[in-house]
């Protein structure tokens, strides 16, 4: 049975830090784009970042680039998200998805995985 399991949500003060983690299994880690998307309240969700299995690289939506940091431990099956600099309008549930490959800046393809997300609030 595939699992994505976030945890590290929670409350916060706007430019404080907030780390996420996602616990993978039931599949093979290190085969698939692994990344986090966010929906804030009557936004449809988006992605934030994804860690390219093809290139090995990290790819980011432009307003998280510098302030959000994306790394795995393919040893652990895990995956962050380190989240600085936080502003209000951060403030969503954050989703660890697992994808065939990363469109742009977030996981995609068949099949695709989500967890059920953590809720990340900040306040002004």
């Known amino acids: 049975e595939v699992q994505l399991v976030e945890s590290g949500g929670g409350l916060v003060q706007a430019g404080g830090s907030l780390r996420l983690s996602c616990a993978a299994s039931?599949?093979?880690?290190?085969?698939?784009?692994i990344g986090w998307f966010r929906q804030a309240p009557g936004k449809e969700r988006e992605g934030v970042s994804c860690?390219?299995?093809?290139?090995?690289?990290?790819y980011y939506q432009r307003s998280v680039k510098g302030r959000f940091t994306s790394s795995s431990d393919n040893a652990k099956n895990m995956v962050y998200l380190q989240m600085n600099s936080l502003k209000p309008e951060d403030t969503a549930v954050y989703y660890c998805?697992?994808?065939?490959?990363?469109?742009?800046?977030?996981?995609?393809?068949?099949?695709?995985?989500w967890g059920q997300g953590t809720q990340v609030t900040v306040s002004s």
């Open positions: 998805a697992a994808g065939a490959w990363c469109g742009s800046y977030y996981p995609t393809g068949d099949p695709i995985y």
């Open positions: 039931g599949f093979t880690f290190d085969d698939y784009a």
């Open positions: 860690i390219s299995r093809n290139d090995d690289r990290i």
